[in-house]
Nanobody, 128 residues
Framework: QVRVKQSGGGSVQAGGSLRLSCEVS???????LGWFRQAPGKEREGVAT?????????LYADSVKGRFTLSKGNAENLFYLRLNNLKPDDTAMYYC?????????????????????WGQGTEVAVSS
């Protein structure tokens, strides 16, 4: 059984930092890992994506490039999303998701439906 478990998030002032965690279990081979966010009244937006082995550098949305970093933890299926220099526009519910695919092209960020398994979401609130 596949499970995507998230932790982290919280409230910070603009310019602050947060770290989100995502643990994926149940996949036996490769998968694509993605981070998405959804602000109230807006569509879900792709933030970053990479394959589970980090075979290549993570791909980021232009809106977060240079500020957010997707990395892998010491545990096999543990991933982090570091959010630096946060802005009020970054306020949203953040979701981690996994897809049973070996390649994770950037256009997957525009297609959340490609991701089959989703975490419960974690809230990030940035005040000005």
């Amino acid at each position: 059984q596949v499970r995507v478990k998230q932790s982290g998030g919280g409230s910070v002032q603009a310019g602050g930092s947060l770290r989100l965690s995502c643990e994926v279990s149940g996949y036996t081979v490769y998968y694509c890992l993605g981070w998405f966010r959804q602000a109230p009244g807006k569509e879900r937006e792709g933030v970053a994506t990479v394959d589970n082995e980090l075979s290549y550098a993570p791909l980021y949305a232009d809106s977060v490039k240079g500020r957010f970093t997707l990395s892998k933890g010491n545990a096999e299926n543990l991933f982090y999303l570091r959010l630096n220099n946060l802005k009020p526009d970054d306020t949203a519910m953040y979701y981690c998701a996994a897809a049973p695919e070996s390649l994770c092209p950037s256009w997957y960020l525009d297609n959340p439906a490609r991701f089959r398994d989703w975490g419960q979401g974690t809230e990030v609130a940035v005040s000005s």
